[in-house]
């Protein structure tokens, strides 16, 4: 919904679609897969430890329409902290859509801005978000229920930047965590990570450079081979 490090705007179309009617994103980040085509309908629960994109989603879910598109507008250089008149959340928002592909909010606007379009979205999504749960919390403090859980941590190699990284992550115990889940299970990763026997997925173009894609998908506790058709 908003621009994020690591979101899977273009690409959250190409994972296995949900066989449940609940689905869980343990590291949501900016939840692309939960709002993809017409994933949001399920029972939906994001879950993430930066609270930061916690009360973006929290504020996104109780606002209305015109509440975003009356959000001022933004060019090159100009800075967030001159509209006094926003709350933290809002500023966040905005600071992560003046300068795409951020882990943090930033301060002014960049090149990179996409504000104008994303505010239009965003205000045209907001009813997909009105049911879903929001936690801000770990994953590890989860239930193990039946489900779709699409599970995209910051990646062993790739996810330095992250406020919550990977250096932070025991891999091992995520590994067996992503393992145990019951029902189905979509993890992400970025080639040449040994956590979980990955699979390459697909190709894309990163900011600096051409990545790989890969996942590790189970069905009922067993791995099952997936390619993108």
């Known amino acids: 919904m908003f621009s994020y490090y690591g979101r899977k705007s273009k690409t959250a179309g190409l994972y296995p679609q949900p066989k449940y009617g609940k689905v869980i994103e343990p590291f949501a980040g900016a939840a692309a897969y939960s709002l993809s085509g017409d994933n949001w309908k399920n029972e939906v629960t994001i879950v993430d430890k930066y609270e930061v994109l916690i009360n973006i989603w929290k504020y996104l879910q109780e606002s209305q329409p015109e509440d975003i598109l009356k959000l001022p507008d933004f060019n090159k250089g100009d800075k ?10 809002e500023r966040d928002l905005i600071g992560f859509c003046v300068n795409r ?79 145990e889940r019951q029902g189905q299970v979509i993890v992400c990763e970025n080639k040449g990570a040994n956590w ?26 067993k791995k099952v081979e997936f390619k993108v058709n």
């Not at 967030?80 to 959340?89: D, E, F, M």
């Not at 882990?103 to 979205?121: G, I, L």
């Not at 891999?171 to 992503?178: E, G, S």
């Open 196 to 221: 979980l026997p990955f699979e390459d997925l697909y190709d894309f173009r990163g900011i600096a450079k051409n990545n790989i894609e890969s996942i590790y998908y189970q069905e009922n506790g």
């Open 80 to 89: 967030i902290s001159s509209h006094s008149q926003l709350i933290k959340a």
């Open 101 to 179: 592909g951020n882990t943090t909010p930033v301060r002014s606007a960049s090149n990179y801005n996409s504000w104008d379009k994303d505010k239009v979205r965003i205000a045209e999504d907001l009813y997909k978000i009105r049911h879903w749960n929001i936690i801000h919390g770990s994953y590890r403090d989860l239930e193990n229920e039946e489900a779709t859980w699409f599970i995209d941590p910051p990646y062993q190699e790739m996810g330095k930047y992250y406020k919550h990284n990977g250096d932070s992550i025991d891999f091992y115990h995520l590994a067996k965590w992503c393992k």
